[in-house]
């Protein structure tokens, strides 16, 4: 008796149809899995959240610990202005009374994209956290 080859592996009409078939199947379940990755526009929350998640995996950024806080500064349509300052007192080190900025930040509403300001260049540059351990 013949073994019987895949439906997939077929010859002719019937295997040229089955993979058309697949091919259009696996087709529409990507496009509906891309749809479905969209995501909403960030909010100022979320901007701020996102900002300091990747803060916390950016080595310059965690020798400072719990002892980072995030401001808003500007909310525009299309991106959050968030600096970012050195924390002091309640057992970060420091004056209490100061609150210096490390750094700015513009969030990316739509795509959550980061720009940090270099002030050398004046002007905000694309920013990703260096991932070194």
């Not at 993979?19 to 891309?34: D, Q």
Request: net charge neutral.
């Amino acid at each position: 008796m013949k073994p019987r080859s895949a439906p997939w592996r077929g010859s002719g009409f019937r295997g040229a149809r089955t993979r058309a078939s697949l091919a259009a199947v696996l087709g529409m379940a990507l496009a509906f899995a891309a749809a479905a990755t969209v995501a909403a526009p960030l909010d100022e929350a979320a901007a701020t959240n996102r900002l300091l998640q990747q803060l916390k995996r950016s080595a310059p950024y965690r020798v400072h610990g719990d002892c980072l806080s995030l401001l808003v500064e500007e909310s525009e349509p299309a991106f959050f202005g968030i600096a970012v300052h050195e924390k002091h007192g309640d057992g970060c080190p420091g004056d209490p009374a100061t609150a210096p900025v490390l750094d700015r930040f513009r969030v990316d509403v739509a795509t959550g994209a980061m720009r940090r300001y270099d002030v050398v260049e004046d002007r905000y540059a694309e920013w990703a956290p260096d991932m070194a351990r």
